[in-house]
């Protein structure tokens, strides 16, 4: 045995164990989460047309499972109303059993989708697609706050305000307990103690008073009830990832760290699977709720999104009477902050404006107003991505140029390709030479241009068609060896008919 001891990897302690101040700040973010967490769930229980408790229980186990198998630390996945609009018709019209089922078939299919690199497509998502991203997620933050600041008492008012000078006052003070959680302590102190009539989350939904249970879903195991679940799933798995690594790449840009998207996407398929087999009703990562975790309460670790689900299913069940009480004033001034805080502001500051590109605008409005139209973040970015694929396209179809030179002996036209070849910029270069009065020896340089496609083979082929029904020889020199290969395969063989 040699003298040097192999090593054996040493464990490292979780940040959060390490220092008490970290601790400290993860458990109380983790509270504030669980506290908003609740009356959001009840909301888009009730959206999908189901029992309160199957939101909320989702919420929890959605939570607790991603603390372990998620690859963004801090990020909060819970029950969303993106999957609620999802499920919504087919808890409608084949009820409860099927929308389970179709949460466990649609982590199976994010699964599936993680393994064939889906995650690898967000290097695809422009910058102004993000920013559109980022605003109109803060503008449906806000926006879903209205229904309970109208045609509610007056007292109501003066309760937010209140909340929003505690929260926005209190951090230059001190950030030793989370501004939120003071203000929902404060506000429901004072309306208890004064006996104020404003709603809270009583009003909001029947608390459970029971754990969930595991068990299978109440469906037959048919090829029918696949074929029916098959599409929703599906839906559930593509619009769970889309939400999911936007936040997660959007956590990543606040906090200066890398994470994994790949383990993202799988995770976020075995929460789903868990949350179903528990009777919820699925979800992603929550973007209000991990803006609270991550800004507002400056949570870093998988400790406070474990905490956040332990909490949530702590205070619905044991201190249901409680939290019952907490009023709806304090939840939406903490979601007010979160949305003026998550808004892009240097993005519309007329400065920025004027800098910045057309089309980059263009992209960022069409990311917005796609998202608000639809109430649905995937929906938006893919429309988004859409428009900016069609305004990059038409911004490089222009970029192949070529100029020309006659030889001393004019015996020989050279033309020179210059840029990028494909689909879109190669479909005006037939039209850059002079068939008619060339002389009998073209050569067309390519070294400062490269292929990328069947369609510029088919437009050199074009060209030098046209020059031999003339009697006129085509030489194409300089190709790149990826160019070379490209062409020598394809050259003569892309005739229709042929």
């Not at 639809?374 to 991505?385: E, K, P, R, S």
């Not at 689909?423 to 037939?430: G, I, Q």
Request: aromatic share 8%; net charge neutral.
């Amino acid at each position: 045995m040699s003298s040097q001891s192999v090593r054996t990897p040493r464990w490292s302690r979780p940040q959060w164990l390490a220092s008490p101040r970290v601790l400290r700040t993860e458990v109380l973010a983790g509270l504030v989460v669980a506290l908003a967490l609740i009356p959001e769930a009840i909301s888009f229980s009730i959206l999908a047309g189901v029992d309160p408790k199957v939101g909320l229980f989702a919420s929890f186990t959605m939570a607790v499972t991603i603390a372990f198998t998620g690859g963004r630390p801090a990020m909060i996945s819970a029950a969303t109303g993106a999957i609620a609009l999802v499920v919504a018709p087919l808890a409608r019209e084949h009820g409860l059993g099927f929308l389970v089922a179709a949460v466990i078939l649609g982590g199976v299919f994010q699964i599936v989708l993680a393994l064939v690199g889906v995650a690898k497509l967000m290097r695809f998502v422009p910058r102004s697609v993000m920013v559109g991203f980022v605003n109109a997620l803060a503008i449906l933050i806000f926006t879903a706050q209205l229904p309970h600041l109208l045609g509610v008492p007056w007292l109501v008012y003066p309760l937010v305000v209140a909340a929003l000078a505690i929260m926005v006052f209190l951090p230059k003070v001190t950030t030793a307990v989370p501004a939120p959680l003071i203000a929902i302590v404060v506000l429901t102190a004072l309306v208890v103690v004064v006996h104020l009539n404003v709603p809270n989350v009583g009003d909001e939904g029947t608390l459970p008073d029971s754990l969930p249970i595991l068990g299978l879903p109440d469906v037959p195991f048919t090829l029918d009830t696949l074929t029916t679940i098959a599409p929703y799933a599906l839906a559930i798995a593509l619009v769970g990832l889309m939400e999911s690594l936007m936040t997660a790449k959007l956590v990543d840009d606040i906090t200066d760290t890398h994470s994994n998207k790949t383990r993202e996407s799988w995770g976020q398929g075995v929460a789903n699977i868990v949350t179903g087999f528990f009777g919820g009703m699925g979800g992603c990562a929550m973007i209000g709720q991990t803006m609270i975790n991550v800004k507002a309460s400056n949570a870093r670790t998988r400790l406070s999104t474990f905490l956040a689900g332990v909490f949530l299913l702590i205070l619905v069940v044991a201190l249901g009477d409680v939290v019952a009480l907490i009023p709806m004033a304090a939840l939406v001034a903490v979601m007010i902050i979160v949305s003026v805080g998550t808004f892009d502001w240097h993005s519309i500051a007329p400065a920025t404006l004027k800098r910045m590109p057309a089309g980059e605008i263009i992209v960022m409005v069409v990311t917005v107003a796609a998202t608000l139209f639809t109430h649905n973040l995937a929906i938006g970015v893919v429309l988004g991505v859409l428009a900016a694929m069609v305004i990059f396209a038409r911004r490089v179809a222009h970029f192949a140029q070529v100029t020309s030179v006659l030889d001393p002996e004019e015996t020989t036209r050279i033309y020179r390709v210059h840029g990028e070849l494909f689909f879109a910029s190669s479909n005006d270069l037939v039209y850059q030479f002079d068939y008619a009065h060339d002389p009998d020896h073209v050569v067309i340089d390519m070294s400062a241009a490269h292929i990328w496609d069947a369609s510029s083979v088919a437009a050199l082929d074009a060209i030098t068609t046209k020059y031999e029904t003339r009697g006129k020889r085509v030489d194409i020199i300089g190709l790149n060896a990826v160019s070379a290969q490209f062409h020598e395969n394809l050259a003569g063989k892309l005739r229709v008919g042929h």
